[in-house]
């Protein structure tokens, strides 16, 4: 889940920092100004934006592929709970 949501999260990411160095493009004439300047500052908001799209993705990837799972689980649980059963493996059928 993390996995799908950090692939998604950077292609979002870079679609947005090619969005806004093509908006941005006539800045390149003072480019070594403005990172003299506020290169720690924008790889901090970088930072930030990263880790909110992500968390953003990851909120709404558990609000709708993860819809039931607390049913399931109580299912899964009762059912595992009511009747003993004994377990048959592999090796069991081979003896």
């Known amino acids: 889940m993390i996995a799908n949501v950090t692939v998604i999260t950077l292609v979002l990411f870079l679609v947005i920092a090619f969005t806004l160095l093509e908006r941005l493009r006539f800045l390149a ?52 709970d009511s009747e003993p059963t004994d377990l048959i493996t592999e090796l069991d059928r081979d003896r």
């Open 29 to 80: 004439p003072y480019r070594n100004v403005i990172l003299a300047a506020h290169q720690e500052v924008i790889v901090a908001y970088l930072v930030l934006l990263f880790f909110n799209i992500f968390g953003i993705l990851f909120m709404v990837y558990r609000q709708f592929f993860f819809k039931d799972t607390g049913k399931k689980l109580k299912h899964l649980e009762k059912q595992l």
